[in-house]
């Protein structure tokens, strides 16, 4: 009885430990399953760092390009600035030609004034019989104020074209102008 009894509960001990085998086995799969569900969440993980890698590198390229750009822009501005630099000095320079252009037409109005006064005078002191002298001197004075009309007359034309080149440029600073504060407002 006792042989039996210990058959009977070696018999029970090994389905215990047959029972435990298969609930260990059972937990093994489960775990296993678990470990393939980790290993693709790692794998999904993996691929989303390569994807925002290549995210972050493709930033990084619009970046510098963004940034390149930005100094092209700046660039041009600087060179659109030393152009209006010139510009300035080429309207001061038709400025001064324009006062020394007056200043000649000052000095010859002078000087006309004056030779006719000194032919009047000359002319005085001449008798009748130079009548013919006479009539040359008003043909010479006709002349003069015409050449001085004609001087006149172009410098004023020198003068309309200064004017509209100031406002032109006048026009493309306040253009220029206009595209810088769009240009510092989008920065």
């Known amino acids: 009885m006792k042989i039996k009894l210990l058959i009977i509960m070696s018999k029970q001990s090994f389905r215990d430990l047959k029972n435990e085998i298969e609930l260990k086995n059972a937990e093994i799969d489960e775990l296993s399953m678990e470990l393939e569900v980790k290993n693709e969440e790692i794998n999904k993980l993996k691929l989303y760092s390569t994807k925002l890698k290549y995210e972050k590198k493709n930033l990084e390229d619009k970046l510098d390009t963004k940034i390149d750009y930005d100094k092209a822009r700046m660039k041009e501005l600087d060179d659109l600035s030393d152009k209006l630099v010139q510009k300035d000095k080429i309207i001061e320079d038709k400025q001064d030609q324009v006062k020394y252009l007056r ?85």
């Not at 004056?114 to 130079?130: A, C, G, M, P």
């Open 103 to 187: 200043l000649l037409v000052d000095d010859f109005k002078t000087q006309v004034k004056s030779n006719s006064q000194e032919l009047e005078i000359q002319l005085r002191k001449i008798s009748k019989t130079y009548e013919d002298l006479l009539s040359q001197k008003d043909l010479i004075i006709e002349k003069q104020d015409e050449i001085i009309k004609n001087l006149t007359k172009a410098n004023d034309e020198i003068v309309k074209s200064n004017k509209t080149n100031v406002i032109s440029l006048k026009l493309q600073n306040e253009k220029y102008q206009d595209i810088i504060d769009k240009f510092t407002k989008t920065n």
